[in-house]
């Protein structure tokens, strides 16, 4: 506010003597104006912040990761999350556990996290792999250390043509074969210099290697999803989690049907940390679910589908406007499409991909691609409502036991019979974990 001042008049002696009693305006005075500003830049800042969130919301994909102690441990005040972790996994019983490594095709990165001429050093299935896209524009993995002196090729090492070169001494070596093409101070290339590639294929916008503990080459190819590769389909956002557990452990939840109206049916609202879900004053909504499970047949026997029927309820009252159907099918050891379909929401997939990173830790996408004309904001929030629902699972395997000879009743047999299915991708020589921990038996 403008403030009054009486004008004041300065004498030629300097004294100040008041000209007439009436006030008169001076020159603008402003002691509220720094305030004021401030006020102003504020308010300026949270609308921009505002209008920038709910553009991120409404147009951006999602992108939530995880990491390894954040989901799924039990916290307490006196320790941290990250001591919390450490110690469930080293005190954890493993129990008598599968092969660690199933052969199949595994996900590493998305098309987009490789640019022509980038390399990427990868761990998979506890090794290092160089990845790289050639300036042909294909994709090529090899094994990341070098046979001259074991340096990394994918740390510092430079895209040549088709080839990646050693950021040791300049070794050479082709993405196709691995075979050394180039020695910068050498007459001769021997013959036997080479490292061990990695068959690798690039399908609905994934990069995946494929994995067989003989080196058999690959037993059948990664479906390409046509709505996805045609962009009717669009990317609509992506979530990332760490998982302390055997990989066998993830897709048995799909034959694993009593779980579903157990551990999934209080509302997504009710959080992920199991000790509350159930006790929560949001159990007003419940999902209710209805499984099958069936294998595959030949060719296709690396395949299964769930089928998943989902409502919601209200208070107890049942919303036909939202049921959903959902067709899993797991394709391999590691992967699991998840196709939606619903009456006025439409259509769309998550491709959830499983990892191993070591042999009781992995790494688990979930990445939705859904109708380019439904709202981005619509896929987002399935994606998370998937998110929380898989976050429950989350803390059970963090903290389980692998139970080899299990008590099941009549009603889980379906688990039994995954378990048979799951048993085709392991071979006599698929890598076991040892009393070591952290040792492999190959
Ligand atoms: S270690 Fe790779 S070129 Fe020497
Ligand atoms: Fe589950």
Known sequence: MYSLKLKQHVDSAGDAEQVSGEPLWTEAVLPGCPVRAVLCVTAAVTVLLGLLWLYRLIFCPLLLRRRLD???????????????????????KTGDLPPVYPNGWYRILDSSMLERGDVKDVTVLGQQVAVFR???????????????????????????????????????????????????????????????????????????????????????TVPEQQEITEGQWVYRGRTEHFINAHIQELPENIGDFAHLNFLHTPGFISGTDLRFTGTRICTFLQHIWKAQWEPESEPNKHCSRMFLQHTLTVFGQ????????????????????????????????????????EPLLQFVTHTIYYQANVPALIPKFILRVECVQFERDVMIWNNKKYVSKPLLTKEDSCIQRHRRWFSQFYSDNSPQLQQRRDTLHF
């Open 70 to 92: 954040e989901v799924g441990y039990v916290t307490e005040k006196q320790r941290s999350r990250a001591q919390v972790a450490n110690e469930v996994r080293r005190r954890r």
């Open 134 to 220: 050639g300036l042909d524009g294909r994709v090529y993995a090899l094994d990341a250390y070098c046979p001259h002196l074991g340096a990394n090729l994918a740390v510092g090492g430079r895209v040549v043509g088709n080839c990646i070169e050693c950021p040791f001494h300049g070794w050479q070596f082709g993405g196709n074969d691995g075979k050394c093409v180039k020695i910068p101070y050498a007459e001769k290339v021997p013959h036997f210099a080479k490292v061990r590639p990695w068959p690798s294929c690039e399908v609905n916008n994934q990069i995946l290697v494929w994995f067989h503990c003989d080196g058999e080459d690959p037993e059948w």
């Open 318 to 357: 049942h919303f036909s406007l939202l049921d959903v159907h959902v067709v899993a099918r797991q394709v391999g050891p590691g992967l699991v499409w998840m196709h939606f379909k619903h009456s006025f929401l439409g259509r769309g997939l998550i491709l959830q991909s499983v990892t191993p990173v």
